[in-house]
């Protein structure tokens, strides 16, 4: 039963992160990706996708940044633990 668990969410994070990286893509639709991301996150911190999602929420960090959208930038940084002191924390 467990292994059919982690399974289903393994598919659940997989799917998450596909629609994610659609809807990166889609004008207007950027809050819906981080929303996802960061439901990839909550469900497994550890997983390989919510490195990935970590990954991408950091590269969408760094675009809002040079957009001069600093304040979501900022969110983001700190959601994924690059903020003053995520940095020391976190291996760039």
């Known amino acids: 039963m467990a292994i059919t668990t982690d399974k289903t969410k393994a598919k659940a994070r997989e799917a998450l ?15 819906h990706a ?5 439901r990839v996150i909550g469900i497994d911190p550890e997983s390989k996708e919510a ?3 970590r990954e991408a929420l950091l590269e969408i960090a760094k675009r809002f940044e040079k957009e001069g959208k600093k304040y979501s930038a ?7 633990g690059y903020g003053k002191e995520g940095m020391s924390k976190r291996a760039v």
């Open 34 to 38: 981080i929303e996802a991301y960061e």
């Open 17 to 31: 992160l596909e629609m994610a990286k659609a809807w990166e893509k889609e004008p207007g639709k950027i809050q």
């Open 51 to 53: 490195e990935k999602a």
């Open 74 to 80: 900022y969110y983001l940084y700190q959601k994924i």
